[in-house]
């Protein structure tokens, strides 16, 4: 019956156009592209080649006047999780939940070279070869690609990063090493595995070094096993213990996710709690 039914819808079709005007029949609907953002090719002495960074404006930007936070993505290429974070970033701004944000995608070419510190396990340098380069890839941000955005952009001088998986693990040792480099970090689902959690037993001695300036952590996982959740355990641990005042963190597990499906949840919670819209007198 619904093969009859297609059958007389397109033979009514076909008799429309036929008595038709030629113009009309051959007509077709426009086609206008859709723009997200604006992709570049940025030149890096670091890497001795050109970075993807993808950028996205929040509407109303070019006749606004105004300065924005930034929010930096780690992992952040056209075929990875720029235009997933941009667009939450886009209904916060439709409905009213959020602030306005710019928001700087960082494309990954090789995530264990740039994403991971380097390891002293035999079993990963053999799995990895290029791996370990997260201090280089930190210079790259720090000395190309904040320069690019904050010299192109009307930027507040607020800043954020946000990473899931091996790029949250880059957020968790980022917010350690050098945690002057952003306001706030997101780390969901951390690595904490990798190398066989040194970095979140390292913690508490990288905390001591910290100075008191306000900077805000906000950290999540889903269930991914007792060791997983034992390595979390240690690195809030360290944060309960020697973390200064101006610190402001915060842990959520998410037991219903699982790491292939917890960063939308909690990317859209990140930004609610960074970006919360001042409420109305």
């Known amino acids: 019956m619904i093969g009859v039914r297609r059958l007389a819808v397109a033979a009514g079709v076909a008799l429309t156009l036929a008595g038709a005007s030629p113009a009309l029949a051959q007509s077709a609907p426009a086609e206008t592209p859709i723009v997200i953002g604006q992709s570049y090719a940025l030149p890096s002495a670091l890497y001795g080649g050109t970075r993807e960074i993808n950028v996205w404006l929040p509407p109303g930007y070019a006749d606004s006047g105004k300065t924005y936070p930034v929010l930096y993505v780690l992992d952040g290429g056209q075929d990875q999780d720029f ?19 710019i928001v700087v995608g960082v494309a990954s070419k090789d995530r264990r070279n740039e994403l991971a510190l380097p390891t002293e396990d035999p079993e990963l340098i053999a799995r990895y070869p290029s791996q370990g380069q997260s ?6 941000l720090w000395k190309e690609v904040e320069p690019f955005v904050e010299g192109r952009f009307r930027t507040s001088g607020e800043t954020a990063l946000m990473g899931e998986s091996l790029a949250g693990l880059f957020v968790v040792e980022t917010f350690l090493k050098e945690p002057q480099m952003f306001d706030a970090y997101v780390a969901v689902s951390p690595s904490l595995w990798w190398d066989g959690g040194r970095l979140a037993r390292q913690a ?12 805000t952590v906000i950290l999540t996982m ?14 809030t641990s360290n944060l309960r213990d020697h973390a200064l005042p101006g610190v402001t963190w915060s842990y959520e597990p998410r037991p219903l996710e699982r ?14 709690s960074l970006y919360a819209t001042p409420l109305e007198p």
Do not use: C, K, W
């Open 204 to 215: 508490g001695a990288h905390l001591r070094d910290h100075s008191n300036d306000p900077r």
């Open 135 to 140: 201090a280089r890839f930190r210079d790259f």
């Open 222 to 235: 889903g269930e991914e096993g007792p060791e997983a959740a034992a390595l979390m355990d240690t690195l």
């Open 83 to 101: 235009h997933h974070i941009s667009g939450i970033a886009q209904l916060g701004t439709v409905v009213g939940t959020t602030r306005d944000v």
């Open 259 to 272: 790491h292939s499906t917890i960063y939308h949840g909690a990317a859209l919670d990140a930004f609610r």
